[in-house]
């Protein structure tokens, strides 16, 4: 079946640097990316969305970059903040294969941001 | 609009015992689906729906049944409860052609003792 990976389950940062998060994924049917961010006690929200046709998408404080040669993605938050601290997951989904919308999501990574 | 509304938010089941988990939305999506988080890992799909009447099994869906009489409701059904079915239950919807963007609700913690 499908995988999806982090590289670090914790990733902790200094308020003010940027953040990394890394993720690896299987599937290389899938064409279409998620990245949510999950509060203690909440729901996954969702932050960002990337299509296999782009490489690099930005948002407010946020850009993802998928490399598709290697079956790659990374979430890049630009001067982190105390709010920030979260756990993050991406998420992959074949739906033109299967016609459908189906997400895969990876194990997350912990992000803590040091005052 | 309220969004997605999962109820209880807590529950605490014998083993054996049964119980199902509400799910509502009022964005009129037709997809929906349930996903179960264990502690320290992502979401693993149970089960989802693409419209009324319609379900269909996704990556871990023994020992749960759903059903979708309504576009709006979707209820998740635990049976015979386990203790391997201690987890958090969230239930998400979106619309074809609209978004693929999953809107998810606060969750159902369930612990099977």
């Known amino acids: 079946g499908e995988s999806v990976g982090l590289h670090l389950p914790t990733l902790s940062v200094q308020e003010g640097d940027n953040s990394i998060i890394n993720c690896a994924y299987s599937n290389s049917a899938s064409d279409y990316f998620i990245w949510y961010k999950q509060e203690s006690g909440k729901g996954p929200q969702f932050i960002i969305d990337?299509?296999?046709?782009?490489d690099k998408r930005q948002g407010q404080r946020v850009t993802v970059l998928l490399n598709k040669t290697v079956k790659h993605l990374s979430l890049q938050i630009a001067a982190t903040q105390p709010g920030d601290s979260a756990v993050y997951f991406c998420a992959e989904n074949p739906a033109r294969l299967y016609n459908f919308n189906k997400f895969y999501f990876g194990s997350g990574t912990k992000l803590n941001v040091k005052p | 609009n309220a969004g997605v509304t999962q109820t209880p938010k807590f529950r605490i089941l014998k083993i054996g015992q049964s119980m199902t988990l509400q799910c509502t939305q009022d964005m009129n999506h037709n997809y929906m689906y349930w996903y179960r988080q264990d502690p320290g890992m992502g979401l693993k799909l149970i089960y989802y729906s693409v419209g009324a009447g319609i379900t269909d099994k996704g990556e871990v869906p023994n020992g749960y049944n759903v059903s979708r009489s309504t576009t709006e409701d979707f209820p998740l059904r635990l049976e015979l409860a386990a203790p391997s079915q201690t987890s958090v239950y969230f239930c998400a919807s979106t619309r074809q052609g609209e978004t693929e963007k999953l809107f998810f609700g606060s969750g159902t913690q369930l612990s099977v003792l």
């Open positions: 990337i299509r296999s046709n782009m």
